[in-house]
């Protein structure tokens, strides 16, 4: 093989060589791109998925306290009226999240207005309750709570379509 013919094989090769490297650099790059966004999309379904797990179980929290005035009224034992504080501490932080959240955000505002407000009058309706089972009259404790008590579907309702407008 003459020494011109062997150069520009060689540089036939070189360029080869080049034009593979920068097609396999090209590869690469889309690749680590399309990784990049996967892990992105991931990401946002993760937190997507924790937020809808942190909202359901504070719905459920919500749905507990009901039971832990009824314990009360049953066992008369404080310990319940501990737990109804601890559930009651959840999800007043969730509901400030959520309203500092969904503030500007048209119904979503709206329907945590609206979950504030039934929340508040279902907390002073149980206060009350439970101010009349303390003092002894507990026919008038018991129809408290069952009509603070008519107020948990319309909670759970607020709460649920609160929960839909977030995803």
């Not at 946002?44 to 507990?64: F, H, I, K, T, V």
């Not at 559930?87 to 400030?96: G, H, L, S």
């Not at 149980?126 to 303390?134: K, M, W």
Request: charged letters at 25%; aromatic letters at 8%.
């Amino acid at each position: 093989m003459s020494g011109a013919r062997r150069r520009r094989l060689q540089w036939k090769f070189g360029v080869l060589s080049a034009v593979t490297a920068a097609g396999l650099l090209v590869f690469a790059g889309i690749a680590v791109r399309a990784v990049a966004v996967s892990h992105r999309s991931a990401s946002d379904a993760a937190r997507a998925d924790l937020a809808a797990l942190e909202d359901a179980s504070n719905l459920q929290g919500l749905l507990y306290q009901k039971g832990f005035v009824s314990e009360y009224f049953l066992t008369g034992d404080r310990q319940w009226l501990d737990e109804l504080g601890r559930t009651r501490a959840d999800f007043d932080r969730w509901v400030t999240t959520v309203t500092r959240n969904a503030a500007g955000t048209g119904d979503s505002a709206r329907v945590t207005g609206e979950l504030v407000a039934e929340y508040g009058r279902y907390d002073a309706d149980r206060a009350r309750a439970i101010a009349e089972f303390d003092g002894g009259h507990h026919d008038a404790a018991v129809a408290a709570l069952v009509a603070a008590s008519a107020r948990v579907p319309r909670l759970r309702e607020l709460a649920l379509e609160l929960i839909r407008d977030r995803r």
